[in-house]
């Protein structure tokens, strides 16, 4: 019953085709609705929350046991007018609520704008002209910059709030009103480094805007010409300049790589069988795998993002090994007289078992805290299982319809230099195999002393090519504007206490634990926080620093930072909550050891920073770590975890799989030998070449152990098949056996390798990292398998010699 499925498909391979046929129609229609999400943030967003500690003493809570409000995580390099910047906004009115026409802002658009003369009178009418003419494309929201800002003066004995700019950006700017502006600012630390550069030469322009399709880039930045004739630098960021490059690159990436992949094994395929059936029916095969996949995907509700852009390739490139399973085998047996549903029959059991090692590492993903990872693994799971399907019923129904092999295909087949190949290693075995067995122990040996030495990278921007402008553009927005993506603090006070921060001592503790860290982390650049205002109107107030001792006049300012604001109590809760009984802190960051955006290393640095100075804080308040940085630093961790978990359970599913099909114990271990070397060969591999673990890379593990597994699968069912028939010695038998499953394990590898090679020509370095992570990693699988494990199970053979057990061939 087990091979009816195959007389079927023999009786009827026609009606076979038909209605493999119509089942692509069906997933062509829903493959054309799949479409790209460039979004990198959401991924990261979804891995966790903040993390809290306790205020005065430093120690670690569960955050299951406070009602902590989720915080806001900006988008990188984003000043959004809520989240960051509206409590600085000049105006006593209530802001209206927005238009519901502007709902559909989502992403952010910004311009810096650099030059020496900055502050003239010329250079502001044409740099707020040209400003306004980007709000009236409708594209994008009134702008939003430092001449929205107030600050404060002091007037006779009062404090006053007065803007930074003109009341109006239609109103032309004289030379009296731009000194004005430039010896605002000057006075004013808090807009330095956020808004203005640090030398007054920049100024940045943040606007809310739509997905913008390249057509409308353009539209603005032709808009922006007008500066750049005039010797204004011009640089443009933001969240939708981003994600429309990543789209391209994904875009690309997409069709190159599939293509390349295509290519190259299909090269492989023709050099290996000379045959053009060899390179059609696989082709045509795959291609129907992808297409079955992509529908799959779409009906799953999935996307192609940055993480599972691959899975097409990978379903090629996995699933085409199963063709040259089905195409070998018939090539070994068409001389022997059997028809491509026998020949198929036969290597049927070597398919099965290889598709489910194959899908458990994929499935083992979704032990991953990554919905995104969880997403890949089922994707490339279900394809590489459509591909085992259509191996076993699409290819011996061509193959039967097609004109059989020549003789001199098969000729070229089995004493070709593959079969040349395989003779030599096995004579390695013979005469090396104690050499072989010691490089499996220094292969153990070195990736104990290795794997706790592999970086981790989680910066999107690494996932943009080197030569890309908009990395350089990045990196210059977070030198001149005080850092990258913002870290937050929010600091609670005990029990929900009204009015906690209002009273002069609480806030005294909270501004010099924000000193303590500027003066501490040379990675924080700058500081945007309620005690800072604080303090800053207090110096103007007063002229003296801090914050003050009176809580008379402590209320008498912070009324005036409040003043600041729209007076919308959801604006202003962005830095202090109207009750005054949360604080929030924003740190602008920028590595400083690597003069680089923020880094895992940064912001590593910068929490041991503040975790070590949370003792200055009132006793018994709740602070909350979060932001981008927080959140990277401990995605990282999570990678990390999930790699291990993953790999963990994967090996164990495997083994549990192999025990289950051999029902032998020591034939399950042997087959976990050529995983175990592969895999932490690349850790060794990793460390040397300085490969980090990402979103891509940190799924090689899990990968490689259900993939490598398939040729040892292969070598271990021959193996056994021919334990116990006749009075050959074990020697004997693993020889005949290389001989037998060297060429296919060669041949599946090289092709699957080879395409995994063409994702080196990606634009994405995690892409290329990738492909050549699993490369590795495979042919190192495929080398364990036949000169390692042989190595071993000579080696047992040897040792149960010696001690007078039985061997295999014995029992059997």
Not at 323 to 341: F, M, Q, R, S
Not at 436 to 449: D, E
Not at 760 to 776: D, H, K
Request: glycine share 6%; charged share 15%; with cysteine.
């Amino acid at each position: 019953m087990k091979h009816s499925l195959l007389v079927f498909v023999g009786k009827h391979s026609k009606s076979t085709l038909i209605v493999i046929l119509l089942i692509t129609a069906f997933f062509l229609y829903h493959a054309a609705f799949l479409h790209l999400d460039a979004d990198y943030n959401s991924l990261m967003n979804e891995t966790g929350k903040g993390v809290s500690y306790q205020g005065g003493s430093g120690e670690y809570m569960d955050q299951q046991g406070s009602a902590l409000v989720e915080s806001f995580i900006p988008e990188t390099m984003v000043l959004d007018t809520t989240a960051l910047g509206s409590h600085l906004v000049a105006s006593a009115e209530v802001e209206p609520p927005m238009p519901e026409d502007n709902l559909a802002y989502s992403t952010s658009y910004l311009v810096m704008v650099e030059s020496p003369a900055l502050f003239e009178a010329e250079t502001l009418n044409r740099i707020t002209t040209v400003m306004q003419k980007l709000t009236d494309t409708g594209y994008l929201s009134k702008s939003f910059s430092v001449l929205d800002f107030v600050t404060f003066e002091k007037k006779g004995s009062r404090l006053v709030t007065v803007p930074f700019g003109s009341s109006s950006m239609q109103n032309k700017w004289s030379e009296e009103q731009a000194q004005l502006l430039k010896q605002r600012i000057e006075n004013d630390p808090l807009v330095k480094n956020y808004l203005v550069s640090e030398n007054l030469d920049a100024m940045l322009f943040s606007f809310e805007s739509f997905a913008l399709t390249h057509q409308m880039e353009a539209e603005l930045s032709n808009l922006l010409d007008e500066l750049r004739e005039a010797d204004i630098t011009v640089s443009i960021n933001g969240g939708a300049i981003i994600t429309n490059r990543l789209m391209h690159y994904l875009g690309r990436d997409l069709s190159i790589l599939l293509s390349l992949c295509f290519i190259a094994i299909l090269t492989i395929y023709y050099l290996s069988f000379k045959a053009k059936r060899s390179v059609l029916l696989p082709f045509s095969m795959s291609l129907i795998g992808i297409i079955w996949t992509f529908g799959t995907m779409h009906l799953l509700g999935y996307s192609l993002t940055i993480i599972n852009i691959v899975t097409p390739c990978m379903v090629l490139n996995l699933g085409s090994s199963y063709a040259i399973h089905v195409i070998g085998e018939y090539y070994t047996d068409y001389a022997k007289g059997l028809n491509p549903i026998q020949s198929t029959q036969k290597i049927l059991r070597t398919i099965v078992f290889a598709c489910i090692t194959t899908v458990i590492g994929f499935m083992s993903l979704l032990f991953s805290k990554t919905p995104a990872l969880r997403e890949f693994g089922i994707a490339v799971g279900i394809g590489v299982s459509y591909c085992a399907v259509l191996a076993s019923t699409y290819l011996p129904a061509m193959l039967s319809l097609v004109v059989p092999p020549k003789q001199e295909q098969i000729k070229t087949y089995k004493k070709g230099y593959l079969a040349q190949l395989v003779i030599s290693i096995d004579r390695s075995v013979k005469h090396a195999w104690p050499l072989l067995v010691v490089v499996f122990l220094l292969v153990i040996i070195g990736y104990f002393a290795t794997r706790d030495y592999i970086p981790v990278n989680t910066n999107y921007m690494s996932y943009l090519p080197k030569k890309e402008p908009l990395g350089e553009t990045s990196r210059r927005f977070a030198q001149k504007m005080g850092g990258d993506t913002p870290f937050l603090i929010t600091v609670e006070a005990p029990e929900g206490e009204s009015q906690f921060f209002l009273k002069s001592g609480n806030l005294q503790d909270v501004y010099a634990f924000e000193q303590a860290v500027q003066q501490s982390s040379d990675d924080v650049r700058h500081i945007i926080s309620f005690a800072s205002y604080v303090a800053f109107a207090n110096s103007v107030y007063s002229q003296e620093e801090g914050i003050p001792e009176s809580d008379g006049l402590l209320n008498l300012l912070s009324r005036m930072v409040i003043l600041m604001s729209r007076q919308g109590q959801e604006d202003m809760g962005t830095i202090m909550n109207p009750e005054g009984t949360k604080l929030t802190i924003i740190l602008q960051n920028y590595d400083a050891k690597e003069q680089a955006l923020g880094t895992i290393g940064s912001a590593k640095r910068i929490e041991d920073t503040v975790i070590s100075l949370l003792p200055l804080l009132p006793n018994g308040t709740i602070v909350t770590l979060d932001g981008e940085p927080h959140r990277s630093l401990h995605f990282s961790e999570a990678l990390l975890s999930d790699q291990m978990k993953s790999t963990y359970a994967s090996v164990l599913l495997v083994f549990l799989v192999v025990l289950f099909a051999f029902k032998s114990v020591s034939l399950a271990l042997y087959a976990l030998i050529p995983i175990i070397s592969g895999v932490m060969a690349n850790y060794i591999f990793m460390y040397f070449f300085q490969i980090p673990f990402d979103m891509i890379t940190v799924s090689f593990g899990s990968i490689a152990v259900g993939a490598g597994i398939d040729d040892a699968i292969h070598f271990l069912i021959r193996y056994k098949n021919k334990l116990g028939i006749d009075d050959r010695t074990v020697e004997s038998l693993l020889s005949e056996t290389i001989r037998e499953t060297g060429r296919p394990i060669i041949l599946t590898t090289l092709s699957i390798v080879g395409g995994m090679l063409m994702f080196l020509f990606a634009s994405y370095t995690p892409v290329r990292y990738f492909g050549s992570l699993m490369s590795m990693a495979l042919l190192n699988c495929m080398l364990s398998t036949l000169l390692i494990m042989p190595s071993v199970i000579r080696l047992v053979t040897f040792f149960q010699r010696k001690i007078g057990m039985q061997t295999n061939t014995q029992r059997r």
